[in-house]
Each structure stands twice: as C-alpha cells, then as structure tokens.
C-alpha cells in the first residue's frame, strides 16, 4: 500500500479519535517518536488501531544518532518588477564565504500530508494551506504552486518544488497538528528554510516548526525544533494568496517579511518531517509556521570564480587607423586583451567600423562592421579568438551572396546558426526596412520580412534588433521609430508568412515606461527580454514580456542613486548569474569616461558598477568607442546559447 493511501488513512483514524486522544496524539507526534509515520503501518478499514507491522523496525538495531546544528545565512532575491506584489525568485544562498546558486540547490520533490486535524470552521479546510504571492499568476519571473485551502500532498509539493519565496505552506493557527513529510532528490546535510512573518511580527518569523530528519526506513534520526528567536530578518517582503484570503489582507497593507535560518546535520538525510502543533491557550502554541524549504547539493558548491568568464567588445575606432578592434575582457578582473586589429592587414581583410560582436558555439568571434564591404554596405566577419585572424562571411554590397543591405550593424543568432539581420537603411525606398537570414557557412543571404509591406502588416520606421522567438515559428524585431510619436515598437514576425503584429508599443504608456529608442535585446528567459532605450538624453533598461508586451522598469543611466552613471549605453550581454552588461560609449572628448566602459548591473535593483575603463591603462590595451558586447557559450544562461 502506498505511503499516501496510509497517511490518508491514518488521517482518518485520527480524525474519529476524541478530542483528548486527539490532542494526544498531536503530542506525541510532536515528540520526535522514534518510528516516523512511513513505519507505522496501515489502519485497517474499520477504523480500529493501526495493524501491527513495526516488529522489524523495532527490534533492528537503532540508526547512529545524528545532530542538527543552526546557522544564519543571507538570501540573494531577484523580482521582475512587474509586480510589486508578485514573484520573488532565489538566486542564491550564502553562508559565510560560501555561496550555493541555484544549480547547487534542489527543491522539494514530493510531499505527504501525514496529519492535519485543525479545522477552519470560519473559511473550510484544515490548517494546511498552500499559498503563492497575490500576483504571482500573472507574473513571469518564476513558477508558484497553487492557491488552496484544502491541498494534497501533490499541491504543497508543488509550493515547495521552486525557488519563488512567495510560493510557501501556510500554516493556520486551528487547533490541531499539521505534519508534513517532504522529500528531495539527493541526500543533503544542509537545509534553507524561510518562515513568513506577520501584522503583528512584519519583519521576522513568528511561528515554531519541528523538523526531524528521517531515514529510509522512515525513523528519526535527528530531530530540531525550529523557533522563531533562532529566525534572522531577511528584509525580504512577500505577499501571500492561498485562494480564501490574503496576506495583507487589505490591499495597500504592509506586507509581511521573511525570516531566514538554516540546518546542518552530521548525516545525510533526503526526507525530513515539518510539524507544528496547535493546543488551547496554555499549551504548546507552535502559532502556524508559513514556509519553505530548499535543500543544499552535498560537496562544495560550484566555484564561479574557477571557471574564467570571458566577454568580447566591439570598438569602432581603436586600432590602427582607428579602423577598429575586437578586445577579449575578462569579466572577473575587468582586464583588456586587443585581439584583432581591424587595421592591420595581416590579421586578414580590414575593417572600417566594427560595432555588433556575438560569439559563435564553437567559440569563433562573429563581427558585424557597418564600413566594410563593397561600396562600405557592411560585411559580417568571422575572427579566430586565438589569432585574430578575421575572414569575410558576408559582404552586404556583393549581389552575388543574396540582396543588398545598407549599413546592417548587429546581428543575433538564429536556431541552426545562422544569423538574424536587421537593415537599418536599404538603399531601395520600396524596400526600405528589410530581415536577412544569413547563411554562417557561405554568407548567403535571403529576406525573411519586408517590413516595408504594409499587406504584412504595420509598416517600420527603422529596425534595429532581430531575434527567435523561444519555442515558436517567430522572430521578434525592435523598430527605433515606429508610432505617432516615435516612440518605437517591438515587433512578432511569422518567419514562415512574413505576417506582423506588434507585442509593444513603446509609446503606450498604459503597457508601462515609454521609451523612446528601443534597440539591443537580452533573453532572460523564454518569455521575458530586456530591451535597451537609446534615448541620447535619458537612457534606460527595460523589461518585457512577451506574452502580454507589458514593461518594467529596471534601471535610468543618469540617476546616481543606481551607482555609475552612463553616458551613451550600446551593447547589452548577460552574465550567468543574471546580471547584465552594459556598453558605455563614453562622453565627449576630455569628459570623463570619455574612452568608455563595460558596466555590470544587478537587475532586480538596477544598480551599477564599472568592470573595466577603456581609458585606464591599468586594464590594458586602450579603448576609444566600445559598442556591443557577448560572452563566451560556457558563461551564458544555459537554453539560450544560440541567440
């Protein structure tokens, strides 16, 4: 018989006790029994004692005692903002110099409801509760589990099996016992937990948990009572749905914070039991713990600063002849190696302006100059990243390798390694504002979207980016000037029907922040983009999200309460950690930071910070007008490599 078909039963077995035997019984659960609840047996169907199957696990010999020990960790979080009372992702966890990622962290795998006798006579259910933030539905940033009062053990798992602090186990304040046996993957000997305060404790943890470890046999071998003193403020905010009321429950209420603490064991354990226990006054009054609990990988976690992260930029004018260049930076340390200089001939044919960078799977460095090429139409490079050697792809002023281009400046990477292509300015007015596919073999180019064609559907005013969409038969195409007001759009485009409709427009301001020169792209997921706003006077970054087209706001280049300010913003990458680069062509001549720069910039907050001067000697070769910027594959977000 399965564990749940036991639970279930043993729930029904409890539920005909009477209120004395009941409150027992919570006790004694409550008492870290030797012999968990996957040992006890089934109840037989009359709803008598349980049958006695335990004779083994009792006279086997006793599991080695293990211990449990309390440390205090710092929780890094990350939202969407979108929603201020929506998704809160965890990016990561660290305790003293020691910091697990979240692929060095696994989640809940399953859940078992092992008793739950609390009754809400009030709103229905018992005191188990599966919660997620108010808004959380409709935001992208992370998954959440559902919004019940009456959960499975297959619900609460789900509240637990992500890393959205907001998706949590509620717990009411019924008389009564909730027990929860949670399960992970792998073994572990550290365990996160966080616990959701309320209006009366906002900005810690105000309930008690008991956790015991359990064996495979499920028999305890460490057990730990969790307070609410042994909680560290986390200055973590969150919301709370669970499908009946809310947390807070008057809207534009303070929400309630997390408290964090952690647990160490001195044997590896994948189960552990969560129990609070709720009598009348005077008796133990555990008070409801809402939580959640994630799971440390065993070994040492996954050393970053082992692996080297290497980006490549762009400079238009550095080199000989100010012909241009392409640097190697060392995204840790900051520091500059010239690699290709796109005026020295003997590194292969020059270039003119080099502006757009991506880098290929295969490691090679694809570069986009927008004065090379016959007639200085633009050319697409390829340039060995060990050498520097650079050779001619695609020459946009050669007829022979497809239609004609005028000044095409970047490109991104389609799903069979080609490149996307936006022309800015085609030399034909009938066709003004054309989509290539480029062949990265040959250099062959074909058109996929004439945007030029109104029967297509609304017609551009300049493109700038192109890229796949995730997971459909589509690109997506920022425009600079599309709309009454210039404000720029983003585009969606069937690649197969050249059919477009428009996901944002940037001049709505009823879809959030309006922008006024939309150009780079950054995938942060399948859904959600960031997209850089040009504007000369008043630069920012911005969110999308492609579903809906709503923006967010995540950083203004001259606000200095966001850290270094930023003159002309270019090129935008993204680190593996989620952070974003960020361009700076710099300011004018004699200005500071004139020669430019690469910024790195936390996007849940949007503050800034420089990683390497162009002007600074110390850092290396030097720079005169950085534009755009990739990172090599082993340092990008995993499933969007080829973009």
Known sequence: MSKSVRSSRLYAQTAKLGPARRARTGLVLGS????????????????????????????????RPATFSVFSFASRTSTSNFYPDGDVRLESVARGAT????????TVRSATILLDDGVDEARGGHNFASGQGINSVPDPWETEGPATITPTGDDLAGSLGN???TSIVVTRENVGTASLEVE??????TFFFWERGSTASPTTANSDLLVEALDEHGRVTASHKLLRSEYTPTGIAITTWNGSFASPSTPGGAPPQLGSVGLSIDRPTRRLRLTSVQEAPGGVRDDGPDYKVIAADLGQPHDASGEPLIGWVADLNAGTDQRGALFRIDLTSGQRELVSDFGNPAQGPLGLNPLGVNVEDSGSIVVTDTGAGRNGRSAIFRVNPRTGRRFLVSDFGNAAQGPLGLHPEALLFDVDGDFLVADENHPDPTLAFLVFKVDHVTGRRRLLADFSDASKGPVSAGLERVAVEPGTHNVIVTDRDYGAGRNGALFRVNRFTGRRTIISDFGDATLGPVAVNPEGIVFESDRLIVIQDENEHDSQLLRVDLQTGRRAFIARYSDPAQGVLADHPEGLGRLPDGRLLVVDEGGEDGEEGAAGAVLVIDPSTGFRTRLTDFGDAAQGPLGIDPAYIDVEPSARHEGHRHR
């Open 32 to 63: 870290a029994l030797a012999i968990g609840f996957a040992g006890c047996g089934e109840v037989n169907d009359e709803g008598g004692e349980p049958i006695a199957q335990v004779t083994g696990a009792i006279h086997a010999s006793p599991p």
């Open 99 to 106: 910091t697990w990622r979240q692929d060095d962290l696994q």
């Open 163 to 165: 890393f959205n602090l």
């Open 184 to 189: 992970f993957r792998k073994p572990s000997t």
